[in-house]
């Protein structure tokens, strides 16, 4: 079965402590997305990548880092410099001739 | 700053009847257009896309875009409990960059 799996489901983490969200797609996409959402709000995109060892600041990059080293994987990293690291996170993936995004099922991160 | 604007309900509809869902967008050079349902605690799951103006059919749901007011809409009908749901409309405003509404939530009433 072709999808998106994001790990772990649930994640908690002590304040000051970087963390590392993981992000793997088997639909042969080029691009991979992740965005934030938080309660009454729309997704917020963090970071995009186009193409291997290539990717892109989207709106609310700060705090936040990514890689893109295989055609699968997209981690995003979210460092102790992130305000508000508390929220969903959700990854998604598309082809390059069309920008209909396909979301992995989402990683729930509570920093305390 | 381009924006996508929903109702955020709740839209509350009869079992069987047709909901109607609402988006505006400011940019007037967005070229495609999506739907996506997210049930409570899940991820966004794609159900419609539409890239011109008009309507387009998909099983129960219905698509309606028009770029000349800045409006897309989705229609549902024969609604089931089983729709009631978060509905984000997004907006693809060029390249990779696609706008999400904050959602309007539907529930369905049996």
């Known amino acids: 079965d072709g999808g998106i799996t994001q790990s772990p489901k649930y994640l908690f983490r002590k304040e000051g402590q970087n963390v590392t969200l993981s992000c793997e797609q088997n639909?042969?996409?080029?691009?991979m997305y992740w965005y934030r959402q938080d309660p009454g709000q729309g997704l917020r995109l963090i970071y995009y990548?186009?193409?291997?060892?290539?990717?892109q600041k989207g709106d609310i990059a700060e705090g936040y880092s990514v890689s893109r080293e295989k055609k699968e994987s997209f981690p995003l990293t979210v460092t102790s410099a992130q305000k508000n690291p508390t929220a969903f996170y959700l990854c998604?993936?598309?082809?390059?001739?069309?920008?209909?995004?396909?979301f992995g099922p989402g990683t729930r991160l509570t920093v305390t | 700053q381009k924006e996508v604007e929903q109702n955020s309900g709740p839209l509350s509809v009869p079992e069987g009847a047709i909901a109607s869902l609402n988006c505006t967008y400011s940019?007037?050079?967005?070229?495609?257009f999506f739907w996506y349902r997210q049930y409570s605690g899940k991820s966004p799951e794609l159900i419609m896309f539409?890239?011109?103006?008009g309507d387009k059919e998909d099983g129960r749901f219905t698509a309606q875009l028009n770029k000349a007011s800045q409006y897309v809409s989705l229609l549902i009908r024969d609604s089931q409990p089983s729709d009631s749901a978060t509905y984000l409309c997004?907006?693809?405003?060029?390249?990779?960059?696609?706008?999400f509404g904050a959602g309007t939530r539907l529930f369905v009433k049996a």
């Open positions: 997004a907006v693809n405003t060029g390249g990779f960059k696609t706008i």
């Open positions: 998604a993936s598309s082809t390059v001739e069309s920008y209909e995004q396909y």
């Open positions: 940019d007037r050079g967005s070229q495609s």
């Open positions: 539409i890239y011109s103006n």
């Open positions: 990548s186009q193409i291997v060892n290539d990717f």
């Open positions: 639909l042969n996409h080029d691009a």
